[in-house]
């Protein structure tokens, strides 16, 4: 909805989006109209941290007016947010070259257990006085998968616009799904109106992040005891559902031929998949793929 407002009635033609990023962020914005659609560089493979020189570095070139795709936390699929003072840089060179912000919230509560605290980059450029358009999802933190849940949030600067931005708006739901299912929305409203299920909501989110975390460093101890070549503090380094291991794709299809362990062929897990009882069973099967598949 947000893409199409923007691509037909703004007339925006140039997006940019994380490598890598979600993968269905190109076809979103590509069947909403948008022309010209580029990557920025986000991701540093050989130290597995983000690579904040080559995103700055991408953002100074990008044409005025750009759409700029950011994942508000939780990135899809490093598991690497910038840091505070990162953000701070990358909103500085977005408002100094007239760049949109479009940020994609998908996973807010995963990074910090605390979805205020998850907000902070998207406040952060709400102070700094930009416009800009915020996708939320409730799919992941409420566990309302196919109930197409969400939010999209306009921040405008000049609230005379809001009319003729609703009226716009209006026009474009019409058109593509004339009525969002209700039912799921119904529910993530009533547990937001609500203090007690607000309150029972937050814990159920701290509940399902810290025990991702322990997760994560059950894998990382796991592997370091079994010494599999290589480091292992990316993996609790990284935040949110997904971790980008650094598993090739021939030690991804041996994962799963020989164990029955899937993950995407670029290496990313998704760490809600481990429990306390399958833990170790995963752990010498990477062992395994990376002492013998090399590639
Ligand atoms: C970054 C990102 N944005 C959006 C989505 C999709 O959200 P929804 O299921 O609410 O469309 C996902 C994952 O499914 C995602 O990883």
């Not at 407002?5 to 909403?32: E, Q």
């Not at 920025?40 to 991408?58: A, Q």
């Not at 509560?109 to 952060?124: C, E, I, K, L, N």
């Not at 109106?193 to 509940?207: F, H, P, V």
């Amino acid at each position: 909805m947000g893409a199409e407002f923007l691509a037909r009635i703004l007339k925006l033609k140039t997006a940019y989006y994380s490598d890598p990023t979600w993968g269905n962020h190109d076809m979103v914005f590509t069947n909403a109209g948008f022309t010209s659609c580029h990557s920025y560089r986000f991701w540093d493979s050989v130290n597995k941290r983000v690579d904040i020189e080559g995103f700055l570095e991408d953002l100074e070139s990008a044409p005025s007016k750009s759409v700029i795709i950011l994942h508000g936390c939780a990135h899809n699929p490093t598991g690497m947010d910038p840091t505070k003072e990162q953000w701070k840089q990358i909103c500085e060179v977005v408002k100094r070259k007239n760049l949109f912000p479009f940020f994609d919230m998908a996973y807010q509560g995963f990074a910090s257990g605390d979805p205020a605290a998850d907000g902070w980059a998207v406040r952060y450029f709400i102070e700094q006085g930009l416009e800009m358009f915020i996708a939320q999802s409730f799919a992941k933190n409420f566990g309302l998968y196919n109930e197409r849940v969400g939010h999209l949030t306009i921040v405008l600067n000049d609230p005379s616009a809001i009319p003729s931005f609703k009226s716009q708006m209006q026009l474009i739901i019409r058109a593509n799904w004339s009525n969002p299912p209700a039912h799921g929305a119904r529910i993530v409203a009533k547990v937001l109106g609500d203090r007690e299920l607000y309150q029972q909501w937050l814990q159920a989110i701290q509940t399902m992040s810290s025990r991702i975390r322990e997760m994560r460093a059950a894998l990382k101890a796991n592997l370091e005891k079994l010494g599999t070549p290589g480091t292992w503090d990316h993996i609790t380094q990284q935040i949110g559902m997904f971790s980008y291991t650094g598993l090739t794709r021939d030690q991804v299809m041996y994962l799963v031929d020989k164990y029955h362990i899937f993950m995407l062929t670029d290496g990313r897990a998704n760490i809600c998949g481990l429990n306390t009882k399958n833990v170790e069973y995963v752990s010498k099967a990477i062992d395994d793929a990376i002492r013998n598949v090399k590639s």
